[in-house]
């Protein structure tokens, strides 16, 4: 299984970006996905997760309202659209497949991780 994420860049606050992660290995439609983020000695923290159907999503609060997370699953493709961007977006982000098609907050529900694309918001 590969995710291979990217779209990552230095923008500045208020501006836009979106992430890509493209999958393949395993029977993408079959797995909710999510995006984590992990900035310079901090916890990887949970960004955003859509099932399978891309029916369904989940937001953490840092990021609702700007950041929209969907997928195309004839293209096993999962993206982030962030908007509205702020300093303290800056991190590390990566995706991540979920072991059932449903959508989750815990990294320990997630199987498959991506390598990440690096995200710098200047002020």
């Known amino acids: 299984v590969q995710l291979q994420a990217s779209g990552g860049g230095l923008v500045q606050a208020g501006g836009s970006l979106r992430l890509s992660c493209a999958a393949s290995?395993?029977?993408?439609?079959?797995?909710?996905m999510g995006w984590f983020r992990q900035a310079p000695e901090r916890e990887r923290e949970f960004v955003a997760s859509?099932?399978?159907?891309?029916?369904?999503?989940y937001y953490a609060d840092s990021v609702t309202g700007r950041f929209t997370i969907s997928r195309d699953n004839a293209k096993n493709t999962v993206y982030l659209q962030m908007d509205n961007l702020k300093p303290e977006d800056t991190a590390v982000y990566s995706c991540a497949a979920a072991r059932t098609g449903s959508w989750y907050i815990s990294e320990t529900n997630y199987d498959y991780w991506g390598q990440g694309t690096q995200v710098t918001v200047s002020s």
């Open positions: 290995g395993l029977t993408f439609s079959s797995h909710g």
């Open positions: 859509i099932d399978w159907s891309g029916g369904i999503s």
